[in-house]
């Protein structure tokens, strides 16, 4: 029995959509990570490296405020970003698992 061209492709837009979300979780894990890490280490000012900082800020903290708001509070350590990177995986995961039952 034969493949149809339109199963081949429904599984290469899958396949891609699948990609995509994979990719795009593991930059924006890369993202919290250097936010992060920018928050730990005091950087000389910069214009440059001020606009880098608050794109990182604008981006990563809206996510990150939902796990701070749920998370109790442990004084100068934050657990956020763990959790948050956490369910990123998770999240990964059941996607990963979702698009291979297609």
Not at 40 to 66: A, G, H, I, K, M
Request: hydrophobic share 55%; proline share 7%.
């Amino acid at each position: 029995m034969g493949v149809s061209p339109g199963s081949v492709l429904l599984f290469d837009v899958a396949s891609s959509i699948n990609r995509f979300i994979d990719d795009f979780i593991w930059v924006y894990v890369l993202l919290i990570f250097i936010y992060v890490l920018s928050s730990w280490v005091r950087l000389p000012y910069s214009p440059w490296l001020r606009r880098v900082q608050d794109f990182l800020r604008d981006v990563c903290e809206p996510y990150l405020r939902l796990f701070r708001r749920l998370l109790p509070s442990f004084g100068p350590l934050d657990l956020s970003p763990v959790v948050a990177i956490f369910f990123l995986f998770l999240l990964m995961k059941v996607v990963d698992a979702i698009f291979d039952r297609l």
